[in-house]
């Protein structure tokens, strides 16, 4: 088991660095900033700030900039087989944005009185589905840091604490360089803190799990659209991971 796989078994995140190059970055600033203002540029705060979900559908272009072989070599080994493009999503806050809440991303997420119990005895058998989110702008103070509640793979579902609204004792403070990936498992409790400058926070990524998969999960969206029709066919990459078809999983 490499490395990463490891941690993310262990630990139920990795940090993946500097995945992305500037002039990537500099087109997905742009394609992120052009889906914003077509949205009528809606100020970026609350707990999440502006929410592109489906992404493909609010920005077509980004879905070029989803497949990377690292990753997806990553997933593969992860879940045994290929990976599959469950949920496609972005976000973009600035300093009105407050605290993001505790949460996690399983499919029983809105079930208040079972994700909140502190008794909760029930564990995963094995990890089914994970986020890979890219930190357009990095994970920074600046900005608002990723917190996480690391956990094992198998540990009981119950959360470390109850109030989704602070930072708890058990937390680590993920940082890391702009372009950055943070795969991490959806039974892994996480937060943000708020900004400290009104510099942007831009964070796009998908869900993913093995194509022989098959329950529905909450947040599944599509991927398969219009918009996307000319990256489908350009990137086999994307391609596998939106249709299946079959290619040979490489790291970078």
């Not at 994700?115 to 589905?129: C, M, Q």
């Not at 529905?216 to 219009?226: G, S, V």
């Not at 000319?230 to 078809?245: D, S």
């Amino acid at each position: 088991m490499s490395p990463e796989c490891t941690d993310i078994h262990e630990r139920g995140y990795v940090v993946l660095e500097r995945v992305y190059d500037e002039r990537e970055l500099t087109d997905i600033h742009a394609i992120m900033r052009d889906a914003w203002q077509r949205a009528g540029a809606p100020r970026p705060g609350g707990h999440f700030g502006f929410i592109m979900h489906p992404l493909f559908a609010a920005a077509p272009d980004m879905a070029a900039y989803v497949p990377r072989p690292r990753v997806i070599g990553l997933l593969a080994e992860l879940f045994g087989e290929q990976p599959r493009l469950a949920h496609n999503g972005g976000l973009m806050s600035d300093v009105s944005r407050s605290f993001t809440p505790w949460h996690y991303h399983r499919s029983d997420a809105c079930d208040d009185a079972l994700v909140w119990d502190l008794a909760r005895r029930d564990r995963p058998e094995r990890i089914t589905r994970v986020l890979a989110n890219v930190y357009v702008d990095g994970s920074t103070p600046e900005r608002g840091e990723l917190l996480v509640s690391p956990r094992r793979f198998d540990d009981p579902l119950a959360p470390s604490d109850v109030d989704r609204d602070r930072e708890w004792s058990c937390q680590e403070v993920v940082r890391c360089a702009p372009g950055s990936i943070v795969v991490f498992d959806q039974s892994l409790f996480h937060a943000a803190r708020p900004a400290r400058t009104d510099a942007p926070r831009r964070i796009f990524g998908g869900h993913y799990q093995g194509w022989s998969e098959s329950p529905p999960h909450r947040e599944d969206n599509a991927a398969d659209l219009p918009g996307v029709s000319a990256a489908l066919t350009a990137e086999p990459m994307l391609r596998a991971l939106v249709r299946g078809v079959a290619r040979r999983h490489s790291a970078s």
